[in-house]
């Protein structure tokens, strides 16, 4: 529909109740909700935030603004509004989570007019009426009741104005950027070899080795290695090391590589012991491109792509199929529908994964590691079958056909945490929590342990979106990364959302645990509905340097088929993935906040440290950052430009200063270390 026939409908006559003046009804819905920034997800006109119909305690709106703490829509009332009012509360599709409270509040230049007192999930509607009265801007907000922003789903129902003169319009909280093309940093890796990737890696006794060197240089590449232990063996040509290692140690390799133009080698450790993930995981996985459509010819293409893109050459490995591999409880997709599990209790995938071990074996093959998804509930989010009594049996399954990596996420066993009958039909998949800290964390504690159980190395990543603080405890439970975040989309507001706000979780990141602020949103994106990243250049800068900061684990969301050579130069810069990959495993914090700007650092192992400079404001930020010695630095420092893998002048830790110039959302990302 055309937007100015849509706008006309918006409006209805009304009488006014101040007075012989005609006034009209604006509604809010009809106003550009995109202007309103909010904690999670995306505004929704007419509906929830998760996009179904507005219900307040069991009451239904057919209008509104469905939205999220922390929420803010700014209003200019261009004159002449009389009155707003509106119907606010949870909405019912957080299913009486008892962590859903929100607070709504009405400001008017600056002051409060209304609001509603702490708001949790179940109550009925408020009603909300604010007199407008020589009021010339409205701000509509929406807190998060002081107990953080989880499942605060928010509903302005029937929210309207009433106005004599003007016409009230949303303000975006930040004007438009200008457009900026995609512009390249990386440099071409040279035609010489270099060995790319950790520089340590980790394996427990007797399970299945398998790493692939991971070097650029012109093919052939000839690999070798120094006091590779007994019982590992290396291909020549593809540099995959394969065996098993019994005996727990440390061994202290060489690695080589040799093409006809040079030679290059490094060192290399191999740790056996308990734990693995030694580095944040890197690889790819289904969910943000292909979402429910994900098929066993998808996931091979995309270890197709991993390879014929060069990627593997840089450190990414992971395969991983993300929801839908199972079949479905209700769909009436033909291709989803079929048994949960045979007599055995045996899981049995649906009819487009014909083959697991078929699968994990071609992934494997080409060098690379093979990753599954579950839920400890009945049902996956997705409404796929789950894990729910069969935790021990499905870590079984998945070590036979050779997974390596097992993403757990918490659906629908909310309900059962909660206390609720597992076997109930149509149990909710969403919104419900542990009752205490101990509810949350048992089923992990369940899969945890099962999957050390196994024979083989199975990287056990914990989808809970960071409920009851998981860093604390992730690890207790073999954890390797854990979610400290609802999903991520590719918006900015998204991305600043969840990428800036990390500091608590950030002392407990260490090798073997790591804080997953969701998977990557650069290339063709879309859950089903392939889009380029709605991200600009800068921002996706800002993304890949961000996460490699917080020693994030590094999930390429894309269809890999459809790489672009700009998606591509953010993926391979070696320098900045050295910093998610750095053995310390330290995870940058913020140090310094001047105006937009916000400065992370990471300490690395080699006694250097990252600097990232981020722009969170809307025009380029101009700096003259004569702050090192506040930050800790001493003597004469090299300063690198890891985008760039190029040095600039030495500067001095006392007086030196670093002109930075860092465009709208973007970063500067600067390596830092004593000069020689
Ligand atoms: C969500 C999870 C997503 C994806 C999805 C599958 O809970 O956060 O990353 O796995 O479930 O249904």
Not at 111 to 123: C, D, H, I, T, Y
Not at 189 to 216: E, H, K, M
């Amino acid at each position: 529909m055309n937007s100015r026939f849509a706008y006309a409908l918006g409006f209805s006559l009304a009488w006014s109740t101040a007075g012989m003046a005609t006034a009209e009804t604006v509604w809010l819905d009809d106003l550009n909700l995109a202007a309103a920034t909010q904690g999670w997800g995306d505004p929704h006109k007419n509906q929830s935030v998760e996009g179904h119909p507005l219900t307040i305690g069991g009451k239904r709106f057919e209008r509104g603004f469905g939205t999220h703490a922390a929420g803010l829509l700014r209003v200019n009332l261009d004159g002449g509004a009389q009155k707003f009012s509106a119907s606010v509360g949870v909405d019912d599709e957080v299913n009486g989570n008892a962590a859903s409270s929100v607070e709504f509040i009405v400001r008017g230049d600056g002051r409060v007019l209304w609001q509603s007192g702490a708001m949790r999930a179940g109550a009925p509607a408020k009603d909300c009426e604010v007199d407008l009265a020589g009021v010339k801007s409205l701000v509509l907000e929406v807190s998060d009741a002081g107990d953080g922003e989880n499942f605060d789903h928010a509903d302005w129902a029937d929210a309207k104005f009433e106005t004599a003169a003007g016409r009230p319009a949303t303000v975006p909280a930040e004007p438009p950027l200008a457009f900026v093309a995609p512009y390249m940093l990386t440099p071409a890796a040279p035609a010489t070899p270099r060995i790319n990737g950790a520089n340590v890696f980790g394996v427990r006794p007797g399970s299945p080795f398998l790493f692939t060197i991971p070097a650029t240089g012109d093919r052939p590449i000839k690999f070798s290695a120094i006091h590779l232990p007994h019982g590992l063996k290396l291909d020549s040509v593809t540099g995959q090391i394969t065996g098993t290692l019994n005996k727990p140690g440390q061994y202290l390799v060489t690695l080589r590589a040799k093409n006809s133009l040079g030679e290059a080698e490094k060192p290399f450790r191999i740790v056996v012991g308990n734990q693995i993930a030694l580095t944040p995981p890197m690889g790819w996985n289904s969910w943000n491109c292909f979402a429910g459509a994900v098929s066993e010819e998808m996931v091979k293409s995309a270890a197709d792509a991993m390879v014929k893109s060069g990627l593997i050459n840089h450190g990414w490995t992971y395969i991983n199929v993300d929801d839908y591999w199972q079949n479905h409880r209700d769909s009436q997709d033909p291709t989803l529908r079929g048994p949960f599990r045979n007599r055995d209790g045996v899981i049995v995938p649906n009819s487009r994964f014909p083959d697991m071990k078929g699968m994990a074996d071609y992934i494997h093959n080409l060098g690379l590691k093979a990753g599954l998804y579950s839920s400890p509930g009945p049902w996956t989010c997705g409404g796929c079958a789950a894990s729910w009594q069969h935790e021990e049996q499905d870590a079984q399954t998945y070590a036979k056909w050779g997974f390596d990596y097992l993403k757990y996420d918490w659906c629908s066993y909310g309900e059962i945490a909660a206390g609720g009958d597992p076997n109930a039909k149509n149990i909710p998949l969403w919104g419900k929590t542990a009752k205490d800290d101990a509810g949350a964390i048992f089923p992990y504690q369940v899969m945890g342990k099962f999957l050390r159980e196994q024979n083989r190395d199975i990287v056990f990543s914990l989808c809970q979106y960071g409920m009851a603080d998981v860093w604390k405890w992730g690890g207790s439970v073999n954890g390797n990364c854990w979610r400290t975040t609802g999903d991520i989309v590719d918006t900015w507001k998204s991305l600043s959302g969840i990428g800036f706000k990390q500091d608590q979780a950030a002392p407990f990141a260490q090798p073997g645990n790591w804080n997953d602020p969701d998977m990557l949103i650069v290339g063709q994106v879309g859950w089903g509905n392939l889009h380029p990243s709605r991200l600009n250049p800068d921002e996706q800068y800002t993304h890949i340097s961000l996460w490699c900061l917080l020693s994030a684990p590094l999930l390429i969301g894309c269809d890999m088929t459809k790489f672009d050579d700009f998606t591509l130069s953010l993926l391979e810069n070696d320098e900045v993935l050295a910093l998610d990959q750095d053995e310390l495993g330290k995870e940058a914090m913020c140090v310094l906040k001047d105006g937009d700007v916000r400065v992370y650092e990471k300490d690395l192992a080699d006694g250097g440290c990252a600097l990232g400079f981020f722009n969170l404001g809307p025009a380029a930020a101009n700096r003259q950052f004569n702050q090192l010695a506040t930050l800790g630095f001493k003597g004469k420092l090299r300063v690198r430009d890891l985008w760039r893998q190029s040095n600039l002048p030495d500067v001095d830790a006392a007086n030196g200063i670093l002109p930075l110039t860092i465009p709208a959302h973007g970063v500067v990302l600067y390596k830092i270390t004593a000069a020689k």
